[in-house]
């Protein structure tokens, strides 16, 4: 590596992490039907082996971000590798699910080191007109996660229990750690001295908590979702008040920074249903293999490979808002197409809707995200990269828990009359079209936003100060 030019360096090391991470949750989509089976748990047990591994991540993103603005997130990044690898060791070695969601808590708490400070030493290390390509190429690794995740995951399952899917990441996890190590530079923070918002960290692990133990049931707990509103509340009260506070009250006043991120909500929430919903659906209705399956899921990735840096590009020549409406509506197209799935619909259809999904993500992930970042002072990339990184992740597990409670509700009621097949059908439409429609709601408010924003001729920052 020496021969590389250190931004190029130190993009390889940033990739590897987030290589490991997307590959971990890839793998473990196509994975889950199995494990369910093994422990024989229903759907709404085995959503926690993921919302478990999310919810420590959004737990700690911006406070590992924050901590990384203050120490160093070169040495926080390079940790987060052992932290991963120790916690997949203990997955594999899971004889339970409780072990087993214990044990994700730590690999999502080492996947929260990389994806908190990654996307930020990208961010800071490229200059201005080269950031869009740079965050776009993170995005092709995303991809690349998501594209090799479940064929991995589907040939390994085809050969050798779960538990070898967890095996994988402890090489990676070294060699990253080795990398990171060698390789990353030192850095000095003279001058200031690190304060952590302990107790903000802790109000927001439990309000992110009760509000998915309030989705995550037969029904919506209306206890958990109260318990949730009153702890954001007290958060926001706390957040006011600490001397280095967890959230940063300034960056709301920054309209692109707000409508940015609820904007990725909507997208990476709904996306991640149908991830996590079409397994199930793939191998429980159309009777296929895990290995089967998982080739089918790798359609979206590949495509999302290839959009990813052509998005990237085109939000630096174009500017992001139009690449961002134009992946929406691609959004919103493929929930059209899954909305006519059937049970005995013909894999080159259920490849088809995968695809456009595919590009719709590809496509807007790196917009947004440089929108986001390019609107924010760069002393406080950690921090925008660790709130980013929290948000996709509070949505990917709002995504899981809000389709698993609708799909339940739709499926106890029609199992009462119907089949199984029709039930399961019926539920899974419910989720797409009802998705499909938010998705296709927020790209006309986008459009109309942005227009109006034009006509007002008010400039979109390419980086504010707040």
Known sequence: MGKLELKWR???????????????????????PSIAREFGVELQDIQWVVNAYLLVITSTLIFFGRLGDLDGSNRIFTWGFMVFALGSLGCSLSRSLMILVGMRILQGLGASMMMAT????????????????????????????NMLGPGIGGLLLASFKWPVI????????????YLGYRYLPNEEKEGEKSSFDLPGALILATVVTALLLALSGDGLDLYLLG???????????????????????????NRTFVVGNLVAVVAYSTHNSVVFLLPFYLEAIQGLSPASSGLIMTTAPIV?????????????????????????????????????????????????????????MGSFGSPNTSSILGSMPKE???????????????????????????????????SITFDYQTAFMDALHTVQTGAGILVAVTGLLWVAYHLGRRRSREPIPERDTI
Do not use: Q
């Open 10 to 32: 130190v993009f390889l090391i940033i990739a590897v992490g987030i290589l490991i991470s997307t590959l971990d949750s890839s793998i473990l989509n196509i994975a889950n």
């Open 118 to 145: 990654g996307i930020g030493i990208v961010s800071n290390i490229f200059p201005d007109a080269e950031r869009g390509k740079a965050l776009g190429l993170t995005g092709t690794m995303v991809a690349l996660g």
């Open 166 to 177: 967890f095996l994988i990441n402890i090489p990676i996890g070294i060699a990253g750690f």
């Open 227 to 253: 318990a949730s509103l009153l702890g954001l509340i007290a958060l926001c009260w706390w957040e006011r008040r600490a001397p280095a506070p967890l959230l940063d009250f300034g960056l709301f006043r």
């Open 304 to 360: 999302m490979a290839f959009a990813a840096p052509l998005a990237g590009h085109l939000s630096d020549r174009y500017g992001s808002p139009p690449i961002t409406g134009m992946s929406l509506g691609l959004l919103a197209g493929a929930f059209a197409l899954f909305s006519f799935l059937r049970v005995d619909s013909p894999i080159f259809f259920i490849m088809a809707a995968l695809a456009v999904m595919g590009l719709a």
């Open 380 to 414: 406080k990339a950690g921090y925008g990269g660790g709130f980013i990184s929290t948000n996709r992740n509070l949505s990917y597990s709002l995504g899981i828990s809000l389709s698993v409670l609708f799909f339940n509700l739709v499926f106890d009621r029609r």
